[in-house]
């Protein structure tokens, strides 16, 4: 349930299909740059109820990260 929403902000932002988009994904996969990223973490915290901080953002390495984070937070 949660990569699903994940990969649908994910395919809206960058204007991909969902089958481009899997927890192995990365950022550099979806062309994403660093206003890119903070754009996408925005939306993620208002869809998730969640706050990203810098530090959290560095550990992110693809989608599946994203995931975990927010399951545990």
Same mark, same amino acid.
Do not use: W
């Given at each position: 349930?949660?990569?699903?929403? /994940?990969?649908?902000? /994910?395919?809206?932002?960058?204007?991909?299909?969902?089958?481009?988009?899997?927890?192995?994904?990365?950022?550099?996969?979806?062309?994403?740059?660093?206003?890119?990223?903070?754009?996408?973490?925005?939306?993620?915290?208002?869809?998730?109820?969640?706050?990203?901080?810098?530090?959290?953002?560095?550990?992110?390495?693809? /989608?599946?990260?994203?995931?975990?984070? /927010?399951?545990?937070?």
């Amino acid at each position: 349930m949660v990569f699903e929403r /994940i990969q649908k902000l /994910i395919c809206e932002q960058f204007d991909l299909e969902p089958e481009q988009v899997t927890e192995a994904t990365t950022l550099e996969d979806v062309n994403a740059d660093s206003l890119d990223v903070y754009d996408l973490a925005q939306s993620l915290e208002t869809a998730f109820d969640v706050t990203f901080h810098e530090e959290d953002l560095e550990n992110v390495k693809n /989608i599946g990260d994203i995931v975990r984070f /927010i399951e545990n937070n």
